[in-house]
């Protein structure tokens, strides 16, 4: 077995854990100036409160892990998207900090969740089109970035950018509707609605957008053999999409949140297959970034002992805070 | 308009402004997360109800230093790949691991167990939110651990070889190069160091509401139980840690003899034993320290225990291989200097205790109000001077700092540190100012929950969860949930 290729996979289900869990934290906080202030807002927090810290250390894991697993990927995506990455770090500082901060200084209350929605929006923005630079290709000469300083902002980038905020928004309001009840859950459903078919739309202009961004992506997607087995991603995505939207309307409690999740699972193996075996298209494979074996075999170690453990106090956290958020909150 | 030197320039304040500012926060939790584990493990024990109020009390202030130090923190995990990214591409099969072992072994064990610790003490029993807390406290030890690993692997590396690509891989034995020569002394300094700060923050807390209570004439035996305690850390742990910096001072002689000589500021070699400069201004053009206040010889008996023993200077070391001697040789001295002011105190709590005056000394709470913020500047200047000290390498001898830097233009890296000072400044001395607020609460019987506003509870803090609850109600918590 490859160990670079157990690798991709780490860092991918990473990147994975990472969007879904602090997707429905950030997405929270795209969505909060439409919920009701008070109330309304106090339970919205106080849903993610005791869960969004460990949620977003899978950031960390991604980041660490790229730059322990594909150094050279890490040494040449980092400065090719330097603004989005800077951009990113300081509305993660907004969003984080107001967690505590609203609660120390009600006079300021409203500033605070004010971070909180702007922090998180940027955050996700910022995320969405570094994904979309990387997607679009980055120049690497000499084992260095080569491109120029604007080269992250383009129509494509915008869209991707555009496409996770709805993304993080869907997983935000169908978190909310598994945690909430009355009003606010019927506000949920409302949003989840909405940003389900702006998920839905902006995913399908991504894709179309793809296929003509590249030659060998257009060729992954569209010829002999390869459709085989890519075809099947576009139509469990679609699947996918409809029971979701279903279960949004027949006002089923978890079951939109974990179709949401699904729903990005396939939009993940979707990424796959267009980006593989390129860490960084168009020119760097994962072999050609990967850390020397000893360094992945002594990692690996400590991801079968952690990973497993980390499984398990993490689903232990979320278990204690299970269930509606009532008023007596989390003491 | 802007050269290289520039974008180097400013990437290195960008660097060394985002960590200090960073590493204020983990010097202060490292310390009260384990004083949280100290307090709640004292209140299970003894079932008094002080050390609950102290732990709630100071659990509110750790939840604002923490969240500032995770958000921080990340800043740093990246900022290694978007500045420095020939240092990332060259140092990452070597150091990557260790941050990776840092992030599954200590970033989720604090951030998983956080949420209980924080919000779940009606919610499990008292053992295991007990758990919860211990695992928050090991987590920001074993997070030290890794991130000192990898400060003592560029320090002082050992265990690599060079690839071909000139990347450093590496060699053969991970256990070399976690344990490398400078890491159990820089651990055992730096843990100290982050113990010493939360002792003098908690004593200053402590010693303020003493001087509040002296003027209310009223006792305060929470003030009273922190202050005390405080002060036996500071009698106990400073003289370790002065013991431990000399060791960790002779480990760096060996290792790293230039940053040494900028610490003494000893720019000429001498054959036959070499002074001790207190004090004196280092000029790096002339090589000399102008108006020094020396005592002959015994800076060879500090280093090498032998009044006659000759020491290198200066003069032996490149031009371009010196570190900038100034800042080194003042940081040491900043660094140095607070630590003794530090034994003083512990020192003067002793002879207050032996007394049984400890609670009845203005001047010695005067003082320990005043020392409060000093772990903080002990810390930082420590760092500079081991920072600067291995300068002009960022891997020492291996890679220098000029050739790590990320392929960027300079208003780009300027914009950026621009846009770190606003809100690091704002965002952060908005934090420090709610935790400075929340010191200045008297702590008292019944202290309420984290999540609660400074205006009263805004929600309510029953044992059971009950609907009909009235928010904003003032009854205060019930001192604990029976175990489930």
Redesign the interface.
């Known amino acids: 077995m490859d160990l670079t290729v157990i690798w991709a996979f780490i860092i991918a289900f990473a990147v994975f854990a990472y969007v879904v869990m602090d997707g429905f934290d950030l997405g929270i906080g795209i969505l909060f100036p439409t919920v009701r202030v008070g109330?309304g807002r106090?339970r919205a927090m106080?849903s993610i409160?005791?869960?969004w810290?460990?949620n977003?250390?899978w950031?960390?894991?991604g980041?660490?892990?790229l730059?322990?697993?594909f150094?050279?990927a890490?040494?040449?995506?980092?400065?090719a998207t330097?603004?989005l990455?800077?951009a990113m770090?300081?509305g993660?500082?907004?969003r984080?900090?107001a967690?505590?901060?609203r609660?120390?200084?009600?006079g300021h209350r409203a500033f605070w969740d004010a971070a909180f929605f702007g922090g998180s929006l940027v955050a996700a923005m910022a995320q969405g089109m570094t994904l979309g630079a990387l997607l679009q290709g980055i120049e690497v000469v000499d084992?260095?970035?080569?491109g120029s300083?604007f080269d992250w902002l383009t129509p494509y980038t915008l869209l991707c950018g555009l496409g996770v905020v709805a993304g993080y928004a869907l997983l935000g309001s169908t978190w909310l509707i598994w945690k909430l009840d009355g009003g606010a859950q019927k506000h949920a459903r409302y949003l989840a609605l909405r940003a389900a078919i702006a998920t839905i739309v902006l995913m399908g202009a991504v894709s179309l957008y793809n296929i003509f961004l590249n030659a060998e992506y257009a060729d992954r997607w569209l010829t002999a053999p390869e459709i085989y087995f890519a075809a099947p991603v576009p139509i469990l995505t679609g699947l996918v999409a409809l029971s979701m939207i279903q279960a949004i309307r027949k006002e089923r409690n978890s079951k939109p949140f974990w179709l949401a999740i699904a729903l990005f699972f396939a939009g993940t193996l979707g990424l796959g297959v267009t980006m593989w075996p390129y860490v960084v298209p168009p020119g760097v494979t994962i072999w050609d970034a990967a850390?020397?074996e000893?360094?992945q075999i002594?990692?690996l170690v400590?991801?079968a002992i952690?990973?497993p453990l980390?499984i398990g106090?993490?689903a232990w956290?979320y278990w204690?805070?299970r269930g509606k958020v009532?008023?007596?909150?989390?003491? | 308009m802007f050269d290289q030197l520039d974008a180097l320039l400013l990437a290195r304040i960008q660097f060394a402004f985002t960590v200090s500012f960073h590493f204020f926060f983990p010097a202060f939790s490292i310390g009260l997360a384990s004083y949280l584990a100290v307090l709640e493990g004292l209140w299970l024990k003894t079932g008094k109800q002080v050390y609950l109020d102290l732990f709630k009390y100071w659990l509110k202030i750790f939840a604002i230093a923490f969240a500032m130090g995770v958000v921080s923190g990340i800043v740093m995990s990246y900022q290694f790949g978007t500045n420095w990214s020939v240092f990332s591409d060259v140092a990452g099969p070597v150091i990557g691991p260790l941050m990776a072992y840092e992030v599954l072994t200590a970033f989720f064990l604090e951030a998983g167990f956080l949420g209980v610790m924080l919000f779940g003490m009606n919610k499990v029993g008292r053992k295991l939110h007990y758990t919860a807390t211990l695992m928050v406290a090991l987590g920001t030890f074993v997070s030290a651990f890794w991130i000192l690993s990898v400060n003592s692997w560029m320090q002082t590396p050992v265990g690599h070889i060079i690839g071909e690509n000139g990347q450093l891989l590496p060699g053969g034995s991970w256990w070399d190069i976690v344990f490398n020569p400078s890491f159990p002394y820089r651990l055992v300094h730096t843990v100290m160091a982050a113990y010493l700060t939360t002792a003098f923050v908690v004593g200053g807390v402590g010693a303020w509401h003493l001087l509040k209570e002296r003027k209310d004439g009223t006792a305060n035996p929470h003030a009273r139980k922190m202050f005390s305690m405080a002060m036996w850390m500071a009698a106990i742990v400073t003289p370790a840690q002065i013991f431990a910096g000399d060791l960790h001072g002779l480990n760096t002689l060996e290792h790293q003899p230039a940053k040494v000589m900028a610490m003494e500021g000893h720019f000429d070699s001498h054959p036959e034993g070499a002074p001790l400069i207190l004090f004196g201004i280092p000029d790096s053009e002339e090589k000399t320290v102008k108006y020094a206040i020396e005592i002959p010889k015994a800076s060879s008996l500090i280093l090498k225990h032998d009044l006659n023993a000759p020491m290198d200077g200066l003069d032996t070391i490149p031009d371009d291989e010196e570190p900038p001697v100034g800042m080194v040789f003042w940081s040491f001295r900043i660094m140095v200097g607070i630590g003794f002011a530090m034994l003083g105190i512990g020192l003067w709590s002793l002879y207050g205790r032996a007394r049984k005056r400890l609670y009845d000394m203005p001047w010695l709470h005067r003082a320990a109000v005043l020392m409060a913020p000093s772990g903080f500047a002990a810390v930082l200047a420590g760092w500079i001077t081991t920072e600067v000290g291995r300068q002009p390498y960022v891997i020492y001898g291996l890679l220098r700092t000029a050739d790590a830097a990320s392929p960027l233009d300079a208003p780009a890296v300027a914009a950026s540190l621009l846009a770190f000072i606003i809100v690091y400044f704002t965002v952060f001395g908005i934090g420090v100012w709610y935790i400075l607020r929340l010191m200045s609460k008297t702590p008292h019987s019944g202290e309420p929950d984290a999540m609660e506003g400074d205006s009263g509870p805004i929600r309510t803090a029953g044992i059971t969860p009950g609907p009909t609850q009235n928010p904003g109600h003032d009854e205060p918590l019930p001192a604990h949930k029976e175990d489930v």
């Open positions: 109330q106090d106080n409160a005791p869960v810290d460990g977003e250390t950031l960390v894991l980041g660490g892990g730059f322990a697993a150094p050279l890490y040494a040449v995506i980092l400065p330097y603004p990455i800077i770090l300081l993660l500082v907004f984080g900090v967690f505590e901060y609660w120390r200084d009600p084992r260095s970035y080569a300083w850390a020397p000893s360094s002594f990692m400590g991801v952690t990973m980390i106090y993490t956290a204690v805070f009532d008023d007596e909150g989390y003491h």
